[in-house]
């Protein structure tokens, strides 16, 4: 009955969450801006809310804007967007934002392109608690060497590449049509701490530098030049351990309406509102979200017969695989690792004994429709003990899977040891005794039976 | 005003509403419609206001209003100017390595064509001092932006330093390997890049300068902090099993096995050899045909009973046949030795 029921609920979920087809946080958004900001930026937040955002506006000084309610998050997503302010309202100090992040929300930050705007207190505070260092008021990134328009005196509209990474990361932010399209982006950049759970998502292009405009106008010497080139980054994605996100794009006018527009320099469309559906699609979790479909072991012991058994002997293979599929906008598609990445599988009792790769299965033992199932067979080590099956998979840009299974390995039961004569330095010792064996049962047969030899006399012949 | 004119014509040739507006909020005077006749030359040429030009520009700009045709006219002559754009460039530059309480190293010089080409390495007492005049095309000028980069050639992990510059360009840069971040000392090699760049028109330079090893002592190295935690695929580790019980060569144990097995033939031979036999066997069996070859059968059922614990059954099996076998063979075998005692007692033993 309550099972029943269970399943009626989850079907009616699963129901809603599908006739949305939106972020697997929730549609739920909060735009923090004031009015005349809006206009700036009505192609962003029409597009949101096209893929099925619905948005609430506030003001950053509102008094009724409240992000929990009988602490229960009000909002799934939070866009703050510049402002000419230099404090959010009593409602928005920092702390509230990583509430916010801690159940589970995201947000995305847009600082002022406008090196003359102010970075509002709570906002700086918020980035260095999450190992994001802004520049202070002034700075600006500025590069002589690719410009985007010839004739701008200051230099600071960048030409930016679409963000490419390293083969082992999967790219969620050029997914436009054009490939070779460029971003114009404006603003100071960003500097990031070592942190893993911080990410560049672009970077600077590699000889532009952010400095003070004020203090360093006729020379960029070492004190005013904040960053400068791969290091500069322009926008960075933080993961938090619980999966929620947090974005800072360094120059809002990356995502604002007048960078959707043609570069004038190569006449073509600039890439940034592509470029904007990805970052907004990454940061509200419509992208780049793993769900583990199902876990599967089974050992030589007992064959495909016994299926997630609890106990495994020493030295025998198992075989464990793990289904694994990724959300992209409205559904769950099978995850494809990047090709030179892999989904590791480590079997560990303190330490890993294996850390192996899981490949692509093509015959899995359970057919999951939208996930791609990654196995491996291996023999268990010649220890016994407590093992966990982990997988423990965290890379850039997806959410975290961190997967344990516990089971037992046992040692060899008696009866499973090689017997004696199948050891061949054996066989000297095991001749020994069956010659005993024969050699006694003949002795007590001749005590028995023998006749006396009799000899030249009357001697009697004694055994 | 400089500006203004060369925002004109670009604002024009790109022919994008964006991009004008933004002009526009910039400039309070509109556009002028006679610059798109030009917009062809001037579209794929900087336009640079550089001091050179400067005065032609500024007449340029009073007419402009005046007269379509002049401006178009003047427009032309500064295409032509700009045909030969000037350049950020530098002079009189030189890199020394010199040791710390030694004397100098030799300056290896080096221009904007031709970098040092010889291999160089950076101790840990050594200095680094590159010294250099920058110019803007043949003037001595300094740019905003004159920073050395220096990129591990292997991981693309890149730091920059920023040179002191006079205003009359002349540039210095001194170096340790303090100054290098760790991340970067442990490269193979470090590719040092200069970089001038300024805001105008004029071309920015960057160029790969020097390829320098740091050469860090056993101290230094083993001082190196473990690289940060990164989201990232691990090393494979396999289980290395422990190697298996191993037996001596099989001919060593078959010579043995022969050995052993030699030992029977060899103790009935001895034992028939000393007149042993079975001669007193059919008297036995008339004397007690029961006793005797069931004492004999318990004592193989016993052996077979063994066998049979040794290959297959357990030890509660064991126990119960032996149970069944030993009365049998005690009341048998008392028996049987019963009628070896006669035969003794007859003195036919």
Redesign the interface.
Known sequence: MGLTLRSVLTALISLVSLSQGISLTGPRTLLVLEDDVKTQFQTLISDLEARGFTTTTHTPKSTTLSLFQHEERVYDNIIIFPTKLKGLGPNLPSSSFLKHATAGGNILILLPSSEDDNVPAAIAELATQVDIFLPPKGFAVVNHFDLADQVEPEHNTLLVDLPSFQSDTKNYFNSGEDKAAKLLYRGAGLALGSSPLVQPILKAPRFAYSYDTKEASSFADDENVFSAGKQLALVAGVQTRNNARITFVGGADLLADKSFTKVARTNQMSGNRAFAKDVTAWTFKETGVLRVDGIEHWGEEFGQGVVNGDVYRIKHDVTFSIALSEYSYDHFQPYVAPADDAVQFEFTMLDPYYRIPLSASSSPLTQHKNSTTYSTTFKTPDQHGVFTFTVNYKRPFLSNVHEKRAVTVRHFAHNEWTRSWGISGSWPWIAGIWVVVVGWIGFVGLWLWSKPVVAEGKGKKKQ | ML?RL??V??AAH?A????IT?HKTRNPNPPQPATTTTNVTASRT??HPSSSSSSQQKIAMKLLPTSNLLAAGLLLCQWVSAATPSAWTFADATLQISQKGAEAGPKQKFTSTSPISDALTLKNTDSLKILLTTKEGDTAK??????L?VKDTES?L?????F??KESGKARLDLTQKDIPVALLSAPSLSFTL?L?????ST?L?IEIAKITPVLDAAAKKALPEP????????????I??AE?R??P?VI??V??A???A??PG??GT?FGL???????PK?LAASPVA?PIF?AS??AF?AVFFAYYTQINIFQTLAAVTVISPVALLSGSR?LRE?RARRLN???
Request: with cysteine; proline share 7%.
């Open positions: 500006y060369a925002q014509v670009s790109a994008h509403a964006a991009v933004k900087p336009i300094r740019p905003h932006q004159l920073f980069f693309e890149e730091s920059f330093f920023s002191d510059v970089v760049g300024s805001f105008g028109q920015p960057s940060p935690l990164k989201y990232q695929k691990l090393n494979e580790i396999h289980h099993f422990r019980p037996s001596p099989k144990s078959l043995f096995l050995a052993v097995a030992c029977l103790l009935f034992w007149s042993a036999n079975l001669s007193h066997l036995s005797h004999f004592l193989l052996e049987a070896v003195g036919e033993r």
